[in-house]
């Protein structure tokens, strides 16, 4: 087996907060990590792959990113920054490729196959999200890779799924975003169909994908062999949606565009205040009469338009006017405050920006530090997240930067048994 990345835990100070007392709940008992042992072949680009693989590495996996040697992931040359563009360092692929291993195979060459082979025979998974059929063209469709490691467990990703008459259409977020529905119901009737402001699509494929593989994994330890999986960007999408495709399913009704408002409840949406917009969620009879208490409006509760649930939702417009009213007098984080304590659930909407620095967020120590790869004079040190997963109160912790391309060829190549000449070989050849 490939040995795993190492590297020293983050310098002190690397993610604010305090540390839990030792022995209190929640308390870092460090130890071994879920996945440690396995290793995982990442074939993927751009997002929804790179960010399982990323959650597999978090969870202690060895992942090798296994990249083209002519430009690598795509994602290496997108970003907010055209010079890190032009690094092959693109914010978009250091997002998502920490605590990987970087090795460079040219698969269309003799001597790329046999490096490829040499690797399947040795891991437990292999992930990529090319279109359907590329790979098996390439000599390693599901009954080649099962042939050379009955063991492995073999996850494709792609838009619609590895069969259907959509299966060789090219997807990206986006698409998934407009073929899901999901467009259709976001925004207002005035601004739908919109797009989510953040990848969605390719987030839902890649946590159900790792959410595969793990469960793939365990099953094998049951049965000693491992299995396919078939992920469809289109259905981890339209399953996301819950009662939206629910209420068309059961009650035949045809799910439209809300805006903030939650369909299911009011008062139950965004609100404005005296400074800021505030969410507020009371979607239980005993949190709207609390709800109406705090603002200083106890009399909503005995008005018929608002006395239970329906004739809320029949009235939400009027409620929502007299609501903001009251709200008007003071901050949306006061009211956060006074709300939350009263046990109404509410808080002040953030930018991504505040959200990073909340004091939350900074105490469950979700951003990390990391050297900035490369180590070009100048560099700041890199912030990336973690995963919102703890597990015997340590979090998901990214300890080895995102990797040059190719960074790690040499390294991998002689752990599959290749010798220096050998590996100097590969190099001439254009296979690594």
């Not at 009954?143 to 299966?167: C, E, H, K, M, W």
């Not at 439209?256 to 969620?281: C, H, M, Q, V, Y």
């Not at 909503?300 to 009235?315: G, I, N, S």
Request: glycine share 12%.
């Amino acid at each position: 087996m490939i040995e795993g990345p190492t590297g020293a835990a983050p310098a002190e100070g690397t993610a604010a907060g305090p540390a839990p007392a030792a022995g209190a709940p929640g308390a870092a008992v460090p130890g071994p990590r879920p996945l440690e042992g396995i290793r995982v072949l990442d074939m993927t680009n751009v997002l929804a792959g790179p960010y399982a693989a990323y959650q597999l590495a978090l969870l202690g996996a060895d992942v090798i990113k296994v990249e083209t040697p002519r430009g690598g992931d795509l994602a290496r040359q997108l970003g907010a920054s055209a010079e890190l563009n032009g690094r092959l360092l693109g914010i978009s692929f250091l997002a998502q490729n920490a605590q990987k291993r970087s090795l460079t195979v040219d698969l269309k060459t003799q001597g790329g196959a046999e490096v490829l082979r040499r690797a399947v025979a040795e891991s437990d998974v292999l992930l990529e999200n090319f279109r359907p059929g590329v790979l098996e063209r390439l000599g390693f469709g599901w009954d080649a890779l099962r042939a050379i490691n009955p063991r492995l467990v073999y996850a494709a990703i792609s838009g619609f799924g590895q069969t259907g008459p959509l299966r060789a259409k090219p997807a990206y977020d986006q698409i998934i975003q407009g073929s899901s529905g999901m467009m259709s119901v976001t925004g207002t009737p005035d601004t739908a169909p919109l797009r989510a402001g953040y990848p969605i699509a390719d987030t839902l494929g890649g946590l159900a994908a790792a959410f595969a593989i793990s469960s793939a994994l365990l099953g094998r330890e049951r049965t000693g062999v491992g299995s396919v999986i078939d992920v469809s960007m289109l259905e981890t999408a339209a399953t996301a949606m819950g009662w939206v495709v629910s209420n068309h399913l059961v009650a035949g009704t045809e799910p439209r565009p809300l805006g903030n408002d939650n369909g299911t409840a009011a008062p139950s949406g965004t609100f404005a205040t005296g400074d800021g917009a505030l969410n507020i969620a009371a979607n239980k009879q005993e949190q709207f009469e609390l709800l109406c208490g705090v603002v200083g409006r106890p009399d909503l509760v005995a008005d018929p338009r608002f006395a239970e649930r329906e004739a809320r939702k029949t009235h939400r417009a009027a409620l929502t006017a007299e609501l903001e009213a009251a709200l008007a007098s003071r901050s949306a984080l006061s009211w956060e405050e006074a709300l939350s304590d009263a046990g109404v659930p509410a808080a002040a909407v953030l930018t991504v920006a505040e959200m990073l620095d909340s004091p939350q967020v900074r105490d469950r120590e979700l951003v990390h530090s990391l050297p900035f790869p490369g180590g070009v004079a100048g560099d700041e040190p890199l912030r990336v997240m973690g995963h919102g997963i703890r597990i015997d109160g340590v979090p998901g912790r990214p300890t080895v930067s995102p990797p040059l391309l190719g960074e790690h060829t040499d390294e991998v190549l002689a752990e599959l048994g290749y010798d220096a000449d050998e590996i100097r070989a590969l190099h001439e050849g254009g296979a690594v």
